[in-house]
């Protein structure tokens, strides 16, 4: 038997996920999740004889396991990703290692939902970290972390700010990170936050949904006051939000004409929550915009074409092509049912092909997608008030097109040993 089939016949699915998803507000989770962001294992491109010649609980198990390779394709990265990811970790890199005391510029990463800011970011600070961890461990080898004990060493912490913020709210966001306790006055809250950020040696503090600040709210300004007096902490702050410019977030900032950064004035004396804060210097923010795909232009057009190779080369349906995404009328289809939101096309295809699995049809067209809708899923962590949750385009006609397609093939239609391209008829 070969390795193949007796992984298919073992009784452990290997591809699946034992328990809940890792909480990335937990610092138990970050390490979770950054240690195994990469493993997962898609599933093998078998050809349609193959898949026949299983027994039916061998196919169950393969249909399975293509079903987690498509709702787990690897994180692409784009032209507008790429320029985030690279001043990220830029940024990290040069706060990390500087020595003087003082506020670190900051980071502010804005878009729309379902961009993929989190995901950018949250993966820019773990290559950080995979590259940090590699270094103290190599500077202070006696200090690594013993097994059972708690891990004090902390480089990255990522939260989200709460839907109804305050002071106090953000403190207990920020110590439930470590696993801190919560003291019960804001004076004490806010000491124990930078023991905390200290304690941990954290570099990098990620602050998630910064936009639902509304800033009306008394609470709200205070809120913020404090996010920035964060920056004293010799930590690199990285705030993420949707259209932050027009949030009321820059209130009070403007411009540096000279390095083009956002500049944040001090709190007035009195209004701090740090009594030291009249002596620091200005805040300093990097905003940089990761923006949707764009097809009014051939370099966005290009972008998008090798963002739709990218997934088509992830899939793992029976009657797909080459091209099968990227030609005819399909991708001007798939940005005019996306608008080129990366995270709404990941689940118009997701769920495309499970509709392509369960009907048989076993490749993605106009035609079936037209039928598929977009579903977000679980929104309950998500405030639409602060455009966490973008505008799903209306469904659209798919392309019209002769009935006889370019490459399509009867569902009989035998595959060459690599299942990637039917063999010649014969």
């Known amino acids: 038997m070969d390795n193949r089939s007796a992984e298919s016949d073992s009784p452990i699915v290997p591809f699946l996920r034992v328990g809940p998803p890792p909480d990335r507000t937990r610092w138990e989770g970050w390490q979770q999740w950054r240690e195994i962001r990469d493993t997962f294992i898609p599933a093998p ?7 026949s010649d299983m ?10 396991h293509r079903t987690a390779t498509h709702v787990n394709m690897r994180l692409q990265e784009t032209p507008m990703s790429r320029g985030v990811s690279n001043l990220m970790r830029g940024r990290l890199q040069n706060n990390a290692v500087k020595f ?7 980071l502010m990463i804005n878009g729309g939902g ?29 200090q690594a972390p013993i097994a059972g004990t708690r891990d004090v060493f902390v480089p990255v912490a990522y939260c989200r700010l709460p839907v109804k913020a305050t002071p106090k709210a953000l403190c207990k966001t920020i110590l439930d990170v470590y696993g801190d306790p919560h003291p019960n006055t804001l004076d ?41 007096e964060l920056m004293d902490l010799n930590v690199t702050l990285v705030l993420i939000g949707v259209d932050i410019p027009h949030s009321g977030l820059l209130r ?15 709190v007035k004396r009195g209004k701090s929550h740090n009594d030291g804060a009249s002596t620091q210097t200005e805040r300093r923010f990097d905003m940089v915009d990761l923006d949707p795909f764009d097809y009014s232009t051939p370099t966005g057009i290009t972008a998008f074409l090798e963002h739709l190779a990218g997934i088509e080369e992830q899939l793992r349906l029976f009657h797909s092509f080459e091209g099968m995404l990227t030609t005819g009328g399909m991708p001007e289809y798939l940005f005019r049912r996306t608008h080129g939101i990366v995270g709404l096309l990941r689940r118009l295809v997701e769920d495309g092909c499970t509709e392509a699995i369960t009907s048989g049809e076993e490749r993605l067209t106009p035609e079936l997608l037209a039928r598929t809708s977009i579903r977000l899923g679980n929104l309950a962590d998500l405030d639409p008030e602060a455009g966490e949750v973008p505008e799903i385009p209306l469904n659209v006609k798919p392309p019209q097109q002769s009935r006889k397609k370019p490459g399509r093939r009867p569902r009989n239609t035998v595959f060459d040993d690599q299942g990637d391209r039917p063999a010649a008829d014969g």
Request: hydrophobic share 35%; aromatic share 6%; net charge negative.
């Open 114 to 142: 379902f961009q993929g800011k989190t995901e950018t970011a949250c993966s820019a600070a773990a290559a950080f970290e995979d590259l940090w961890r590699d270094v103290h461990h190599q500077l202070l080898p006696d």
């Open 188 to 228: 004490d809250l806010i000491r124990s936050v930078r023991d905390a950020v200290r304690d941990h040696n954290t570099t990098a503090l990620l602050i998630d949904d910064v936009t639902r600040l509304r800033l009306h709210r008394g609470d709200d300004q205070d809120t913020l006051d404090l996010i920035r």
């Open 45 to 51: 491109r078998l050809s349609l004889k193959e898949y």
């Open 55 to 64: 027994s039916a609980r061998r196919r169950a198990l393969h249909d399975l």
């Open 252 to 266: 009070g900032a403007y411009i540096d004409p000279h390095t083009k950064q956002w500049v944040f004035p001090d």
């Open 100 to 106: 003087m005391p003082g506020t670190r510029d900051g």
